[in-house]
């Protein structure tokens, strides 16, 4: 004999995702269910819940690689998510990765290059292009402002140290701190990146504006060139 199928309104209410947050808490759900909430509707094949779990099946789980999903490859990879779930999806996703940034700027003070890496870490380390940032600091090592140099494609991007040291310059900072990201996750510096950042140390001693880091930014990790004793 064949079960029914219960749809989603035919659940109890404690296995509603909405129904169960109001019972349980946020902190009940699980990432199948929160993806189901900013879904909403699912398709007269699965509901909602059953396609949050799919498209998370596919980046295993994993939310980091999820946020590098360009939304309209979920639109034309997964049946039954159009462009309102898909923008809705990257909406929070980028939500997320602002919050991050917010908690990292209230430190405000780079005292060492974990400090770096928190504060350029919500910026780029999810994305899947790769993109130059830079920090301006006072004489304390205080932050006062930021500010994306370029962006590139997967494997570089191009970095104008003209530019740089006119912006450095323009807000009278004491010295910078460089990053950018590896979207493969590796935090090996390549050569170029090894030259860039003689060129901009030395740069920055006519100028008298100190290059104090140059991070990368990988998966979860980063590479210090102060920390390595190539600064």
């Known amino acids: 004999m064949t079960k029914k199928r219960l749809n989603l309104k035919e659940w109890a209410d404690e296995d509603k ?6 019972k349980k808490g946020i902190a009940a759900l699980s990432d199948g269910e929160l993806l189901a909430i900013l879904f909403r509707t699912g398709t007269k094949e699965e509901t909602a819940v059953e396609l949050a779990r799919r498209v998370l099946n596919s980046v295993h789980n994993n939310l980091d690689e999820l946020s590098k999903i ?9 049946k039954g998510i159009g462009i309102t779930k898909a923008t809705t999806l990257a909406a929070a996703l980028e939500l997320g990765r602002r919050h991050r940034q917010a908690s990292a700027l209230e430190k405000k003070q780079i005292l060492c290059s974990r400090d770096a890496y928190n504060f350029f870490s919500p910026i780029i380390e999810d994305l899947s292009h790769e993109e130059f940032w830079v ?4 004489h304390s090592n205080k932050i006062t402002d930021s500010l994306r140099i370029s962006s590139g494609g997967t494997a ?12 450095a310059i323009n807000r009278l900072s004491s010295g910078i701190i460089i990053a950018h990201n590896h979207p493969s996750g590796s935090i090996a510096p390549s050569k170029e990146d090894k030259e860039l950042t003689a060129k901009i140390s030395s740069g920055g001693k006519l100028l008298d504006v100190k290059l104090l880091d140059h991070i990368i930014v ?3 990790t980063y590479y210090s060139f102060l920390d390595q004793g190539e600064l």
Request: hydrophobic fraction near 40%; proline fraction near 6%.
């Open 218 to 220: 990988g998966s979860k």
């Open 135 to 138: 920090i301006f600091l006072n």
């Open 156 to 167: 570089a991007t191009t970095v104008d140290v003209k530019f740089i040291f006119k912006e």
């Open 70 to 78: 360009p939304f309209r490859d979920l639109c034309k990879n997964f």
């Open 17 to 22: 995702p909405r129904e169960k947050m109001l």
